[in-house]
Nanobody, 127 residues
Framework: QVTLVESGGGLVQAGGSLRLSCAASGRTFSTYAMGWFRQTPGKEREFVAAISRSGSSTEYANSVKGRFAISRDNAKNTMYLQIRNLKPEDTAVYYC????????????????????WGQGTPVTVSS
């Protein structure tokens, strides 16, 4: 069992930056592959970025490549999402998630394969 708590969301102007954090408690954080997803009202949850247990492998949605950077600090039980050049279409609730995996380099993109989810942190980008 792991509990995830996101933070760092807020209101920001287009072109601005944010860093989202996902703090984990419970079982060993380093045993989980992690991911970020986002959701807007009336739409399905959307994959944003994912990172392997070791942090050596990452994947991004095409819409965020070059602007978002996912990272993790296993010593601090925390994952991050650095967001630059924010756009109004990035407005959403951002969720972090943890997936049980076998291989240290495994990256999970499919939300159905995640076992634990945080409550989300809202990001609003004004134009």
């Amino acid at each position: 069992q792991v509990t995830l708590v996101e933070s760092g969301g807020g209101l920001v102007q287009a072109g601005g930056s944010l860093r989202l954090s996902c703090a984990a408690s419970g079982r060993t954080f380093s045993t989980y592959a992690m991911g970020w997803f986002r959701q807007t009202p009336g739409k399905e949850r959307e994959f944003v970025a994912a990172i392997s247990r070791s942090g050596s492998s990452t994947e991004y949605a095409n819409s965020v490549k070059g602007r978002f950077a996912i990272s993790r600090d296993n010593a601090k039980n925390t994952m991050y999402l650095q967001i630059r050049n924010l756009k109004p279409e990035d407005t959403a609730v951002y969720y972090c998630a943890a997936a049980t995996v076998i291989f240290a380099v495994q990256v999970i993109i499919d939300s159905d394969h995640y076992d634990y989810w945080g409550q989300g942190t809202p990001v609003t980008v004004s134009s």
